[in-house]
């Protein structure tokens, strides 16, 4: 079992910055994969960013959407992982989950509860 806690939603104005947290505990393969996905009201669930653990590369991948304007990072010793987010739109408002992938057989997905990110214009 992971569980994760989220934390740094809140409101801003477009054009501004905030940083999203997310910490792991729990049943930690060294082989996965963290990642922010995100919800509008009546749309679905979108992959925001992922980015795999150290032992399997350390790769990142962003939504066409946020390329160049977000940043996911991750503390491994801390199975933490961060997004940071600039330039800020309107459309960015959504609720925030983090996700945590295990690459067992089979892999699982495990929730954060999410946190609101509000961007106003």
């Known amino acids: 079992q992971v569980q994760l806690v989220e934390s740094g939603g809140g409101l801003v104005q477009a054009g501004g910055s905030l940083r999203l947290s997310c910490a792991a505990s729990?049943?930690?393969?060294?082989?996965?994969?963290m990642g922010w996905y995100r919800q509008a009201p009546g749309k679905q669930r979108e992959l925001v960013a992922t980015?795999?653990?150290?032992?399997?590369?350390?790769?990142?991948n962003y939504a066409d959407s946020v390329k160049g304007r977000f940043t996911i990072s991750r503390d491994n010793p801390k199975n933490t992982v961060y997004l940071q987010m600039n330039s800020l739109k309107p459309e960015d408002t959504a609720v925030y989950y983090c996700?945590?992938?295990?690459?067992?057989?089979?892999?699982?997905?495990?929730w954060g509860q999410g946190t609101q990110v509000t961007v106003s214009s």
């Open positions: 996700n945590h992938r295990t690459f067992t057989i089979p892999p699982r997905d495990y």
């Open positions: 729990g049943s930690i393969f060294s082989r996965n994969a």
């Open positions: 980015i795999t653990s150290v032992a399997s590369g350390g790769n990142t």
